[in-house]
């Protein structure tokens, strides 16, 4: 009994190693674990961009240098969309206040003046 169990146990042993070394004695490639590029490089990015990320899994969680990488990158975006911004709201305010404080392009007629109760200008 004891001989026909290890015959029975080197078979197996052997039938799992021509399976997992089926192609000639090597195993496949790895598939890499983490994107080389998981935003686009060419365009800002957009919000469809950050849905369809997936960051790759560790043991222990995420890797920390892939996550510290697209957090970077969205830094310094939204650093560049808030400078952006500032700059567009400050122009904004420059042609509101210039629009305010000019002088009216449209003189106002003595007969509409004199129609609204007031004293024509000479």
Known sequence: MFWFMLIALVAVVGA?????????????????????DPLPG????????????????????YRMDAVDDVL?????ELA?????????????AGAQDAALGAPSLVKEHPRDAAANGEQPHD
């Open 72 to 76: 970077d990158r969205l830094a310094a």
């Open 16 to 36: 799992v190693a021509v399976a997992v070394l089926g192609d000639g004695g090597t195993l496949r490639d790895a598939e890499p674990d983490r994107l080389s």
């Open 80 to 92: 560049e969309r808030d400078a952006r911004i500032a700059e567009l709201e400050a122009a904004l």
């Open 42 to 61: 060419d365009r800002p990015v957009s919000r469809a961009d950050i849905d369809d990320l997936r960051l790759a899994v560790t043991p222990r969680g």
